[in-house]
């Protein structure tokens, strides 16, 4: 994957996401470019990798409004995600969670001052019917569009992300078939997280 040789002006950016499979990417690309990265992990065993890779590391929780506030002061650019839920909890409302994290980015964003966000959003977030557990991105995107009008938001809406098929390996081995909740007949766009980087 080649990234645009693009010629740019060196900006403090802080992303949410960790160095997960737009995070890594990203942060390279940036740092290559010179601008100067932040990157929030509520991981500590993150802390070394973003470091050695020459961006800052600030450890802490998006559920933390005190701390994103912290990280975001003095960024240029913010980059928000919404951290992957956990699927094996049966309680879990996933909606709440996300739409939680969304309010501590609003606070954060309009205590620190930040004036330009973009936000890893979702294909179907236009809509809260019809879309099933996709609505959770309507609801954060409008949570999100309660910022101030002078706060530049741009959402991206990628279809789904396309990194390993191996995960299907045990399913076609065992009983000769990719299961997905999808029909067979239809076709699912995908997306690189590369591209998404990029």
Not at 56 to 82: C, H, P, Q
Not at 93 to 117: G, H, L
Not at 178 to 183: A, C, D, K, P, S
Request: contains cysteine; proline residues 5%.
């Amino acid at each position: 994957m080649q990234f645009c040789n693009v010629n740019y002006i060196a900006m403090k950016i802080t992303l949410t996401g960790s160095l997960g499979r737009i995070g890594k990417p990203l942060t390279q690309t940036l740092l290559k470019n010179g601008h100067s990265v932040t990157v929030i992990s509520s991981q500590k065993e993150r802390q070394s990798e973003i470091e050695s890779m020459g961006a800052k590391a600030a450890i802490g929780s998006v559920e933390n409004i005190e701390f994103l506030t912290a990280a975001f002061r003095e960024a240029d650019v913010v980059y928000l995600m919404e951290p992957p839920p956990n699927f094996f909890d049966p309680t879990l409302d996933i909606n709440e969670q996300w739409c939680n994290v969304a309010r501590n980015y609003k606070n954060a964003i309009e205590s620190s001052k930040v004036k330009r966000v973009i936000h890893l959003s979702s294909i179907g977030a236009h809509t809260a019917t019809g879309v099933g557990m996709l609505a959770a991105h309507y609801h954060v995107e409008n949570i999100l569009r309660q910022l101030p009008d002078e706060i530049f938001i741009k959402f991206m809406r990628p279809v789904g992300f396309y990194y390993n098929m191996f995960a299907f390996i045990p399913t076609i081995k065992i009983q000769n078939a990719i299961l997905q909740n999808y029909g067979g007949d239809d076709n699912e766009p995908w997306v690189s997280p590369l591209d998404i980087a990029a």
